[in-house]
């Protein structure tokens, strides 16, 4: 595979991913890989001791991880989150919306490609748990809060 594409600025974890299970059965691992079908909920009383959360896709058309994302962003997880295993380039847009920060692909994206597919929508239209502003609210920004 190789290095991950990051978008953080701080450094990438470097300790492996260990499972969900063994990650909740010991109390000194800081970074957990969630399988298809794994209830990421579970991880969340001991999110403060987490700097890498690694979430595989087995299949591009698994659907779940992009939940499992969003779920430890709204619950306030600021860590890394990586998708992992079959990342298709096409997917990195909403995936980033979702809440991934990095990628490990099993097959390694063209960089120009991942540029274009991240600027290709220069507005969204709704709320994410990225911070992009919806561009009702930039046209109707009295109606923001509603």
């Not at 299970?21 to 399988?35: G, H, K, M, P, Y």
Request: charged residues 30%; proline residues 8%; glycine residues 6%.
């Amino acid at each position: 595979m190789g290095d991950p594409l990051r978008f953080r600025d701080d450094t990438a974890p470097e300790e492996p991913a260990v499972s969900l299970d063994a990650f909740l059965d010991q109390s000194n691992a800081n970074t957990v890989r969630i399988e298809a079908g794994d209830d990421v909920r579970r991880l969340l009383p001991q999110i403060d001791r987490v700097r890498l959360v690694e979430v595989d896709f087995p299949k591009f058309r698994d659907g779940r991880g992009f939940s499992s994302a969003r779920i430890l962003r709204e619950a306030g997880y600021t860590g890394e989150i990586r998708a992992t295993g079959d990342v298709l380039v096409d997917l990195i847009f909403f995936m980033r919306r979702c809440g991934f920060d990095s990628f490990e692909p099993d097959v390694p994206m063209n960089p120009v490609d991942v540029v274009w597919v991240l600027s290709r929508y220069p507005e969204v239209y709704q709320h994410a748990a990225d911070s992009r502003v919806p561009i009702w609210a930039k046209r109707h920004p009295h109606e923001q809060n509603s």
